[in-house]
């Protein structure tokens, strides 16, 4: 082959592998016709295929790497990519109809007829496994359309036509995975690439029975070593795909055990009787024998009988029940004495109606390799189709192995991994991280939903290298993916919420002001910061400490022997301390340096300038005391008599947080009345904000702090506590009874009264 050639043409490798035979074919195609550049055609050296299956993977291969470096030689040009075609006993066909709708009228174009025929292999895929009885996973391995449909009106060809539904008749032919795998391993041992796989009796319809011939009932049979493949043609189309496991090779084994001579000798003696009227071989003993054709055509008779009955019985069953027009032979098998005549006797046809073929179907192929070994020989009419069929399904379909898997994938030159994921039905979770479950819990009555940690992406390997998910798909490619990873559940502590870091409490310790965060409670129980929130928490901050926590929270220790004071009364460490107490305490050791006294800054450098005296803020502890008070169960200034009256005892006192021996500590109602609204007897603090509500209809602003509870506006407005004016006080905020708790908001309506 000149240069010029190599470089301007595009070669095609076709490799027949047959169970006696390789028969390799490179060439190239020009407007009408297809060109060989080179061909050979090599023996197994050991009986490596049975039945058109691969048994030694490894002599297969080596058999194929000896024929590619032949052809090689021949072109003088490297070949990496191969087509090939598969056969064996368990072929398996489904024929099926399948539509695609648009959503409107549209020109078909020939990306639409693809989709159309991946849709048609999908249903029949379907349908075969649901048919499927045997032990085998089946892979397709080639389709014909026997009729395509314009708004389902029939048509040769719906390409470029407009229409709204397109529609077609699909033959889809399958064979067992491991028919394939072994012959993609076979191939791979060659170095070689697999470019196009199609099915055999798909191969040799193609150069046997021009579409020309096709509008007749015509049977093309091609008998190689270990099948004979059949396929049915009629009314324009391909309508049938059929094998059967006898062939060649059925009369070869009963001339070894009949001649007692080895397998090959056995081959030479029937090729022999069709060419020469006497064979002389030796037997294994060495012995030398000269026989008659006649003698083998008379021994072979009841084999060939046999094969040509199953054959006409499997064109029957595919033709309809009925007998064809006419029968085509090509392969190696067809050269069998008798063949011819005994099919045609079974099928009820003159002997001219079945006939083999050979040149006469080669005559759109041109010869230019150097060796002329096979010209126009029917064992080339296979290869050569392997070869063409090339054209007709190259950019058409892609091939890969997905987790083992073999997938045909319709190549819109745009694939990724992820497509061929998706036809596999690769779960979609696997592909992409996991995140752990969340975390679903209630904050001061509002959901909170924390997620969890996302896991490891899938891992994902192309031909043995690391990859992603979205990189394009190369042809053969052997894709594995490992699936994505769950992260870790949510896990989130109380101190890990906002409202933790962001909420504090202020108290005024030994003269200094010590902020602290608010407590959590969960689920009404007190609970530590490091405490794990679990599903379904209820948690509630809390806006004040007790005097042991307080202890915790500083880190100090305190002397019991010592009285503790909060607001100037004595106190334990249960004593419940709020926003801005004054605490008195003794310390004994700092654990923290932190809040020793050097490091704190004392409470009168917090106020401005005009701050009251201490005695004023004496006062003003005093009356938050009474929030104390009014924070607890004693809410009920007032206990009933046996008698039914009313009276404030001494216990009602304490509830109201006030003392009758100590009446300067708190305003009576004449002096609460001269005071100004919303005076605060603490000084506000700069940074913090003051806000508007109205008490009994009565605009009261609250100041001196960042936020408000209810228990506060007995800092900003007249109400006497001490007064046994009722049974209880009446506490509604916003016509809602409200806990002492409650925030308060700007605009907020509070109605407060003795009942």
């Keep these: 082959m000149s240069d010029a050639v190599g470089m301007e043409q595009s070669l095609v490798f076709g490799l027949d592998i047959g169970t006696r035979n390789v028969v390799g074919t490179v060439g190239y195609k020009d407007e009408d016709n297809f060109v060989v550049v080179a061909q050979h055609i090599m023996e197994h050296d050991t009986r490596a295929m049975l039945d058109g299956q691969i048994h030694d993977i490894g002599r297969v291969g080596h058999t194929i790497k000896k024929m590619k470096e032949v052809l090689e030689a021949q072109i003088e040009v490297p070949l990496k990519e191969v087509c090939i075609a598969a056969a064996g006993r368990v072929l398996k066909t489904v024929t099926t109809n399948v539509v695609f709708d648009f959503p409107e009228e549209t020109v078909v174009t020939g990306e639409d007829i693809h989709t159309l025929d991946l849709l048609g292999i999908e249903k029949a895929q379907n349908i075969l496994q649901e048919m499927n009885d045997t032990k085998y996973k089946f892979y397709c391995v080639g389709y014909s359309v026997v009729k395509y449909f314009l708004d389902d009106e029939p048509f040769s060809n719906i390409e470029s036509h407009k229409a709204q539904r397109i529609s077609e008749d699909i033959i889809v032919t399958f064979l067992p995975e491991d028919v394939v795998d072994g012959l993609y391993a076979a191939v791979g041992q060659a170095d070689l690439a697999v470019a196009n796989l199609t099915l055999e009796p798909i191969a040799a319809i193609n150069v046997a029975i021009p579409e020309s011939y096709r509008l007749l009932n015509i049977a093309l049979v091609d008998i190689g070593a270990g099948t004979s493949d059949i396929s049915i043609t009629k009314d324009g189309s391909i309508i049938a795909y059929g094998m059967i496991p006898l062939a060649g090779d059925e009369l070869t084994e009963l001339i070894v055990q009949h001649y ?69 032979i090509v392969g190696g098998g067809g050269k069998i004495h008798g063949y011819t005549e005994m099919l045609a006797e079974r099928l009820d046809l003159p002997k001219e109606r079945v006939a083999l073929r050979g040149e006469e179907v080669l005559q759109r192929v041109i010869f230019d390799q150097k060796e002329k070994e096979a010209e126009k020989d029917p064992l080339l009419v296979t290869p050569i189709g392997i070869c063409l069929n090339y054209y007709e399904q190259r950019n058409g379909f892609i091939m890969v192995r997905f987790n083992g898997e073999r997938l045909k994938l319709y190549d819109n030159n745009n694939l990724t991994i992820v497509d061929a994921a998706l036809q596999a039905g690769y779960p979609n979770d696997d592909l992409f991280p996991k995140r752990g479950s969340e975390l679903e819990f209630f904050v001061n009555g509002a959901k909170r939903i924390v997620r969890g940690e996302p896991g490891e992406s899938a891992e994902v390997y192309m031909n043995g290298r690391i990859t992603n998910i979205n990189s394009p798909l190369e042809p053969n490619s052997d894709i594995i993916i490992e699936p994505s990873t769950e992260g870790p559940a949510a896990v989130c502590t109380l101190e890990q919420l906002e409202e933790y870091s962001a909420d504090t409490v202020s108290f005024v310790v030994n003269g200094s002001i010590i902020r602290c965060p608010k407590f959590l409670e969960v689920n009404g129980k007190l609970e530590m910061p490091s405490y794990e929130i679990q599903p379904g928490d209820e948690i509630e901050t809390r806006s004040f400490y007790t005097v042991g926590q307080l202890v915790t929270f500083m880190d100090v220790e305190v002397s019991k022997e010592h009285v503790i004071l909060v607001n100037n009364r004595e106190a334990n460490f249960d004593t419940l301390v709020y926003e801005n107490f004054t605490i008195e305490w003794t310390v004994i050791s700092y654990k923290s340096s932190a809040y020793m ?76 009345a001269e005071r100004p609204a919303g005076e605060n007897l603490l000084e506000q603090e700069p940074g913090t904000i003051g806000i508007l509500v109205y008490i009994n209809g ?51 309506q509070i109605e407060l009264a003795w009942k």
């Design 260 to 328: 007692l001579v080895d397998f090959k000798t056995a081959e030479y003696i029937k090729l022999q009787s069709s060419m020469a009227d006497k064979i002389t071989y030796k037997d294994i003993m060495l012995i030398e024998h000269t026989i008659t054709a006649k003698e083998v055509w008379e021994l072979t008779a009841p084999v060939v009988e046999k094969m040509t009955s199953e054959v006409a019985e499997k064109i029957k069953e595919l033709n309809g029940g009925q007998s064809v027009s006419a029968v085509f």
């Design 597 to 672: 006294p050097q490091n704190l800054t004392p409470v009168e450098e917090e106020l401005p300038e005009e701050a009251e005296t201490a005695e004023t803020a004496g006062t003003g502890t005093e009356s938050e005391a009474a929030k104390e008070a009014a924070g607890t169960e004693a809410a009920e200034a007032g206990v009933t008599t046996d008698d039914g009256t009313v009276t404030a005892d001494a216990e009602a006192k304490e509830a109201a947080g006030t003392d009758a021996a100590e009446p300067e500590t708190m305003l009576s109602s004449e002096e609460a």
């Design 698 to 748: 009565e605009p009261v602003r609250l100041s001196g702090k960042s936020h408000y509870i209810f228990v506060d506006i007995f800092d900003f407005y007249p109400f006497d506590l001490k007064a046994s004016n009722g049974r209880s006080i009446i506490t509604n905020l916003n016509g809602q009874n409200a806990q002492y708790s409650a925030e308060l908001k700007a605009g907020d």
